[in-house]
């Protein structure tokens, strides 16, 4: 039975509710030792706003639900059959929601075949049937195609593997004009590939087709449906500074987009930009944007690849941690982060999708981990939501989320890591650095339960004081780490996706960094799905620094907190 703290999504046979342990853990596990291992309790603290949804009355005749107008771009996910797309997505718990356009209560979307949903793709009709159809990214690079959808579920009618090359899929509704919504697919090295909807549930996309490199200067890509009025998708794209262009469709599968258009700049105040289809039944393709406040606003398309000036439409939307048909990378595993006290309590900082923190909880017994040593909190060992919390106890590796012990022979590392997927293969790993400065990569196995046999990074790490990982940083998707020396500079390592070779070479990202006592990798606490960083002062002030998505990692600091003195350590 997993620990009270994992917080699992383990859907029962209905697939409607979520499994959470609510019990202590046992007063002596089977792990190496004989001490039992200190209580973890999981908070339940959650945000309680409930999201709002309002959309201004459209000026002039709105096209009707049932009404079949030429030309107007077809709602991708209308489940409630009032002709909008209805907005589904993850929420931190790991489950997909439906928030229907008709408003009320968010309903729970099963999927199966798969617990979580990295990204979510909504597609339309691609057969006769009755329902739209939905695709679901794993991290592991399952490609799911759920036919016939309702406000409850989908059938599973196709998965595909080996998508985890890409770092971006999406459709953009009908590319070469045979009635069908296509998919697109971007590399981590920026090169775009074409998929054509065949209309067949069983084999839904013919063979992959190059669309171009240079696609990677974009770190948010909407698929927006047609927004230009020639009845093709199109595709709205921005980069890391918020320049915001279109790109409009040819129709021809080899090149299928013209030139792109500038549209707009300021658009890196949204962490996700999401396509909507046409939400106000004007005939013409809008896009929503949320913003750190976790607002929606509404952006109604012109029908000639514009947009009006944007109109609040929503507040209270940060605790979905990703929307179906959003642009950005989806990342999951770790939005939070925990610390030590001087007496030996255990603590939660959970991030809020805003940049901020929500109030510290306390997970353990006052006192209850005094004694430990070694320990890390890991990127979700299984793919899930909820980090898992690794520690070393009589040279063994301990797991407080699957009960697991990984073996003697720890007592040689001075410092563990666990950044996410390090090898590519859409499972989280784990770095450790021996007493030597010899730095190993450890391959998860996808469940938590196991890893396999080491791989040796390099040797000289034991130049760094401090390492620090939880996703990525720089904008490919990949995970990275960050590094300070004893003189206070900071380097970036970006990942590779090679486990044999798992970095590139470092970047120097600053100096000075010897200011702060503590680094910490919360993970995404913005929302945006890139990796953010923390560092505290001597005097106990904790500094925030968001991802940028670009080469620099890091962006400016602010301030968010104080008080953090009172911890021994941060994890």
Same mark, same amino acid.
């Given at each position: ?305 514009? %947009?009006?000036? $944007?109109?609040?439409? =929503? *507040?209270? +939307? &940060?605790?979905?941690? @990703?929307?179906? /048909? #959003? !642009? ?122 196991? %890893?396999?046999? $080491?791989?040796?990074? =390099? *040797?000289? +790490? &034991?130049?760094?004081? @401090?390492?620090? /990982? #939880? !996703? ?100």
């Amino acid at each position: 039975m997993p620990f009270a703290f994992s917080g699992r999504a383990v859907r029962i046979a209905t697939c409607t509710a979520l499994a959470l342990s609510a019990g202590m853990l046992p007063a002596s596990p089977a792990f190496a030792g004989s001490a039992p291992v200190p209580d973890l309790r999981r908070p339940l603290t959650d945000t309680t706003a409930v999201p709002t949804l309002s959309e201004p009355a459209p000026a002039g005749k709105a096209r009707a639900a049932a009404d079949d107008v030429s030309g107007a771009p077809k709602a991708r996910f209308d489940v409630t059959g009032d002709g909008k797309t209805d907005l589904i997505h993850r929420t931190r718990s790991g489950f997909t929601y439906l928030a229907s356009s008709e408003g009320g209560a968010h309903t729970e979307f099963a999927t199966a075949g798969t617990t979580t949903d990295l990204d979510l793709v909504p597609l339309g009709h691609q057969d006769a049937g009755v329902g739209p159809e939905l695709l679901s990214v794993s991290a592991n690079g399952a490609l799911r195609l759920y036919s016939h959808s309702s406000t409850a579920d989908g059938t599973l009618s196709w998965t595909g593997h080996g998508w985890n090359i890409y770092n971006k899929v999406f459709s953009p509704g009908d590319v070469d004009g045979d009635g069908r919504a296509d998919v697109m697919a971007r590399q981590y090295n920026g090169d775009l590939y074409f998929y054509r909807a065949t209309g067949t549930l069983s084999a839904p996309f013919a063979g992959r087709v190059k669309v171009g490199p240079g696609w990677g200067a974009y770190d948010q890509l909407v698929g927006l449906g047609d927004n230009d009025g020639d009845g093709r998708g199109d595709v709205l794209a921005r980069t890391p500074a918020g320049q915001v262009y279109f790109y409009g469709s040819t129709g021809d599968k080899r090149a299928p987009f013209k030139p792109r258009k500038a549209l707009a700049t300021g658009w890196q105040v949204y962490n996700q930009v999401i396509a909507v289809d046409d939400r106000n039944l004007d005939g013409r393709a809008d896009v929503f944007a949320r913003d750190l406040n976790g607002t929606l606003w509404a952006y109604y398309g012109r029908g000639n690849g514009t %947009f009006t000036a $944007r109109a609040q439409t =929503g *507040t209270s +939307w &940060n605790k979905v941690e @990703q929307f179906g /048909g #959003a !642009g950005n990378i989806p990342s999951l595993g770790k939005t939070l982060f925990m610390g030590r006290d001087k007496a030996g309590t255990l603590f939660w900082h959970r991030g809020l999708n805003n940049g901020r923190l929500a109030p510290r909880e306390q997970v353990s017994d006052t006192g209850g981990w005094a004694a430990a040593g070694l320990m890390t909190l890991a990127h979700a060992l299984d793919g899930n939501t909820i980090p898992d919390l690794l520690f070393v106890r009589d040279g063994h590796l301990v797991s407080t989320s699957t009960e697991k012990d990984f073996g003697g022979g720890w007592q040689v590392y001075d410092r563990l890591v666990g950044p996410g997927d390090l090898s590519g293969d859409g499972k989280s790993d784990l770095l450790a650095r021996d007493r030597a400065g010899v730095l190993y990569l450890y391959r998860g196995n996808g469940a938590g339960t196991g %890893f396999s046999s $080491r791989v040796r990074v =390099g *040797t000289g +790490w &034991n130049a760094y004081d @401090q390492i620090v /990982g #939880a !996703g990525d940083h720089t904008g490919d998707g990949r995970a990275d780490i960050v590094a300070r020396d004893r003189s206070g500079n900071l380097y970036l390592y970006r990942g590779t996706g090679s486990a044999t070779a798992p970095f590139a070479g470092r970047l120097r990202i600053g100096g000075g960094w010897g200011a702060y006592s503590k680094l910490v990798a919360p993970g995404d606490i913005s929302g945006d799905g890139r990796a953010d960083l923390l560092a505290v002062t001597a005097s106990g002030d904790l500094y925030r620094y968001l991802g940028t998505g670009t080469s620099a990692g890091i962006g400016a600091r602010a301030k968010i907190g104080n008080g953090f003195q009172t911890y021994r350590d941060l994890y």
